[in-house]
C-alpha cells in the first residue's frame, strides 16, 4: 500500500508537470482566441462597469429564466464569462501551490483505485489500458462535454482535452508500471 501511495504522489508530480507544460508555456496561446487591442480594451472596459457589483464568479450572457433573457440567449450572442473582480499575476504563484496539491490528489486518487484491482491485473498492458481507458473517458466528457452542451466552439475544449488526458495517462501509467502489487488472480 505504502509503494502505491508513493507511486501516487510521483504519478501526481508527473500531472502536474504535464499540465505546467500545457498552461504555463507559451504553448498555452493555442487555447485561445485573440482580440486586437481596441477590441480588448472595450470589452475588458464593459466587464469593469458590469460585473463588479456582482463580483467574481461565472456569468451566464444572457441570463435565461425570464421571457427577455430567453429570447436574448436564442438570439445570441452568448457567453458564459469566468469573472475574477480583482485580478491576479499572469504567473500566480498561490494557484501554481494550489494546483500542485491538487495533482498530488489526483494521483493518489487514481494510485487508490487503481491499487484496487493491482494484484488481479498483473501484466502491464492490462493495466496501461485501464488507466489510458479511464483517463479517455473523464477529458472526454468533462472538456468535450462542454462545447457538446454549451456550443461554445470547439478550440479551447480539444486543448484542453489533449492536456488532460495526456497528464491523467501519464500519471496512470506511472503508476500501473512501477508501483502497483504483484500478482496473479486471487481465488
Not at 117 to 139: E, K, M, N
Not at 143 to 168: E, S
Not at 169 to 174: E, P
Amino acid at each position: 500500500m505504502a509503494k502505491t501511495l508513493f507511486g501516487g504522489v510521483l504519478g501526481g508530480v508527473a500531472l502536474y508537470l504535464v499540465g505546467f507544460v500545457f498552461w504555463a508555456t507559451p504553448l498555452a496561446r493555442l487555447a485561445y482566441n485573440r482580440l486586437e487591442e481596441p477590441q480588448m480594451s472595450a470589452l475588458h472596459q464593459a466587464m469593469a462597469e458590469t460585473l463588479t457589483a456582482s463580483g467574481t464568479g461565472t456569468y451566464l450572457v444572457p441570463t435565461t429564466g425570464t421571457a427577455a433573457g430567453d429570447l436574448l440567449y436564442a438570439r445570441g450572442p452568448v457567453a458564459t464569462v469566468h469573472f475574477n473582480i480583482g485580478g491576479f499575476p499572469v504567473v500566480d504563484t498561490g494557484s501554481l501551490g494550489a494546483g500542485f496539491l491538487l495533482a498530488i490528489i489526483t494521483g493518489l486518487v487514481i494510485a487508490i483505485a487503481m491499487g484496487a484491482v493491482g494484484a488481479r491485473i498483473p501484466d502491464f498492458l492490462s493495466r496501461a489500458r485501464i488507466a489510458i481507458g479511464f483517463a479517455l473517458a473523464a477529458a472526454l466528457y468533462i472538456d468535450i462535454g462542454q462545447p457538446v452542451f454549451n456550443h461554445y466552439g470547439y478550440g479551447y475544449w480539444i486543448y484542453m482535452f489533449f492536456a488532460d488526458f495526456i497528464g491523467l495517462s501519464v500519471a496512470g501509467l506511472i503508476i500501473a508500471r512501477w508501483f502497483l502489487p504483484r500478482g496473479g488472480i486471487q481465488s
